[in-house]
């Protein structure tokens, strides 16, 4: 029997980024004839890490297919239950057998988020709440590569999961080296902008705990040399502060019975101004500074939507 786990970058609902076990068996290589266009280059450069697969699936029907190629529905128990939950994101299914890593890694990305598509992948990500189309310092082109190059890290035997520090750990790590195996002199500035704005977004307002990296990638991309003095549950509890009171602020500002996009902007901007007056009371340095830069972040993406609520200008 192969065991097997696969890492989730964002889950469905209000999670991100999680490692979950699973039962499988069988490995074999899959077509891929029907990958084309960015993501069939994709699938050529994952190569250069070693025996990768990249498939692009449309539909629970179609991965399910893709699974019984790759690993074999009958080697996999109850495969309804272990794939009930597809990710809205890229993902890998990597395992052992025998203690030893499987050849082939094999990295899923759902059809609708791949550029074929004409979709933006962050934007998806970002379950729509800044608009279809948003404002990047590098391309949206060049952030799709980026997450599946951040998958291909997961392939390596060191990424076969853990409980969500060791996760924590993983995540920031597939992030650094997509960034670095894609930065060049002509990107690398607009690249971390880029992902620091994704990462704390998501990290404040999507991710599950294992995925709650941004203070850490902000840091360790804008100030590689310094060292990083939070541990994980110090920057998870951070997030999951800021988190609820960016809800408990919206609901008080939403006419509504849920809180709109706008009510969102709202809130982080509001708190943000009182970080900025120091009248944020109960919150450590860390929330702070995730107020400052998730509002900057929605700035960087959705300029127009965030202006249009905003109470502050932007210098």
């Known amino acids: 029997m192969i065991k097997a786990q696969r890492y989730l970058p964002l889950l469905l609902a209000s999670l991100a980024l999680l490692a979950l076990p699973v039962l499988g068996g069988n490995n074999s290589h899959a077509q891929q004839s029907d990958i084309s266009g960015t993501t069939g280059s994709l699938a050529t450069e994952l190569q250069g890490y070693g025996d990768i697969?990249?498939?692009?699936?449309?539909?629970?029907?179609?991965?399910?297919?893709?699974?019984?190629?790759?690993l074999g529905l009958a080697n996999i128990k109850n495969p309804d239950q272990t794939f009930?939950?597809?990710?809205?994101?890229?993902?890998?299914?990597?395992?052992?057998?025998?203690?030893?890593?499987?050849?082939?890694?094999?990295?899923?990305?759902?059809?609708?988020?791949?550029?074929?598509?004409?979709?933006?992948?962050?934007?998806?990500l970002l379950r729509g709440w800044f608009r279809k189309s948003l404002s990047y310092a590098s391309s949206s082109a060049l952030t799709y590569r980026w997450l599946i190059h951040h998958e291909a890290r997961h392939c390596k035997p060191d990424h076969f999961g853990g409980n969500d520090i060791q996760n924590h750990s993983d995540e920031i790590e597939a992030d650094l080296f997509a960034f670095e195996a894609l930065a060049t002199d002509d990107n690398r500035d607009a690249l971390r902008s880029d992902i620091i704005a994704f990462r704390m977004i998501t990290s404040a307002l999507i991710a599950d705990?294992?995925?709650?990296?941004?203070?850490?990638?902000?840091?360790?991309?804008?100030?590689?040399?310094?060292?990083?003095?939070?541990?994980?549950?110090?920057?998870?509890?951070?997030?999951?502060?800021?988190?609820?009171?960016?809800?408990?602020?919206?609901?008080?500002?939403?006419?509504?019975?849920?809180?709109?996009?706008?009510?969102?902007?709202?809130?982080?901007t509001e708190l943000r101004e009182e970080v900025e007056r120091g009248e944020l009371v109960n919150a450590s340095a860390d929330i702070g500074t995730i107020f400052v830069a998730l509002d900057d972040a929605i700035a960087h993406f959705a300029p127009r939507l965030h202006g249009s609520v905003a109470t502050r200008k932007l210098n």
């Open 53 to 70: 697969d990249l498939f692009v699936f449309d539909g629970r029907a179609d991965f399910l297919a893709r699974i019984d190629e790759t």
């Open 84 to 124: 009930a939950k597809l990710p809205r994101s890229p993902f890998t299914i990597t395992g052992r057998q025998n203690g030893t890593a499987l050849a082939t890694c094999h990295i899923f990305v759902p059809a609708n988020i791949t550029p074929e598509t004409g979709n933006e992948i962050f934007a998806q």
């Open 209 to 268: 705990k294992s995925h709650m990296i941004g203070l850490t990638i902000k840091q360790a991309l804008e100030n590689p040399n310094t060292a990083i003095s939070r541990s994980a549950d110090q920057e998870i509890a951070a997030f999951l502060k800021a988190r609820q009171m960016i809800g408990k602020r919206a609901k008080a500002i939403a006419t509504g019975v849920n809180p709109s996009d706008r009510d969102l902007v709202r809130a982080v």
